[in-house]
DNA sequence: AATGCAGTTGCAAATTATTCGCATCTGAAA
DNA sequence: TTTCAGATGCGAATAATTTGCAACTGCATT
């Protein structure tokens, strides 16, 4: 199976942000190969990318990215590429309102997103209660909860302000 | 707490359904009326079908209801009236994975959707706690909620055993 | 009831995001 | 090396939704 082992740390992005992107995206490198995941010269590129992308990019940014590096790389490839490392389980598709789909690695503990209405930036964010009130809820209605998706939106608070309407 | 309704299967359910949904229909239409939206034939059918709707029909399949009763209605305006509609804020828009735009009337309390992922069911729930919580965080984070959205996706639970995979 | 016209509509063409067909390449196992 | 299933690039195909435009129609006003 395809199991990145799970850091502790939310995203780096320190100095050595670069080595340990590598790093990941060699571990990531690694586990494809043993599902039997052919390596290619576009595939290491996309992975080196995701695993150095602090963002949510989408399809047509990675690919923007990939070709700085690889010119060859077309989008067709980089969509099914997402789709095969998604699959395997090392990428994890969000499809936020509608927005094109974003992307993000996936051997970092889940969490959800609270996106700035104002601004667009996604902020990530985890929380045990809810976490366990969403399990408790899908039980009570006689489910098992197999995944979720939470996305909190919102503008940031102003602690004294003037009214004002649109 | 949590309030359990309807799948995505068609149709009406009790004898008075259709009277309640023409009340709710009719309520909408003015609604409209004072905010100044001029009513059309191909509004009013829409509005009628969007308060008899017990599930959540995508705008294709509005438009097939639509037409049953007034085959001039186009998908455009279709869509052109779902866009406005929402903008007046008595229709919702829930745009699942991957899937087409779903909507539904809002004059109904706000609720979060689980998904079975098998059946492809949707049912309806809210949880004060849950609602309470994601304000929590988002304060947390410095935000004011303004909305979010929660979906959870899951299989019906089976009360023991049954090894068996897909 | 007739009029005026901005708001609506139908239709087709355009967009956007993503997928597919296919001929050609290429990892990587033998 | 040789081999070939699987991967790639390119362009065409989809699917969902939007838009340009000329014709139409609520509805406020005469």
């Known amino acids: ?29 690694e586990a494809l190969r043993a599902d039997g995941v052919r390596m290619t010269r576009q595939r290491s590129a996309l ?12 399809a047509v940014e990675l690919h923007r990215r990939a070709r700085e590096v690889d010119a060859s790389v077309s989008l067709s490839t980089v969509y099914r590429t997402l789709t095969a490392l998604e699959a395997q389980g090392v990428v994890q598709r969000h499809a936020f309102e509608g927005e094109a789909a974003k992307f993000e690695t996936a051997d970092m503990p889940h969490h959800d997103h609270m996106i700035d209405l104002d601004s667009g930036e996604i902020h990530e964010f985890r929380s045990e209660k809810i976490e366990r009130l ?12 197999v995944h979720h998706r939470l996305e909190l939106y919102g503008r940031k608070q102003r602690r004294s302000e003037v009214p004002k309407d649109d």
Chains 1, 2 share one sequence.
């Not at 942000?17 to 990531?28: E, F, L, V």
């Not at 992975?47 to 989408?58: M, N, R, S």
């Open 47 to 58: 992975l080196k990318i995701l695993a150095e992308a602090e963002d949510h990019p989408d």
């Open 134 to 145: 969403q399990r408790e809820i899908a039980a009570e209605m006689g489910y098992d909860l």
């Open 1 to 29: 199976m395809t199991r990145a082992k799970d850091s502790n740390e939310p995203r780096a992005m320190s100095a050595d942000a670069d080595t340990d992107a590598d790093r990941r995206a060699g571990r990531m490198e």
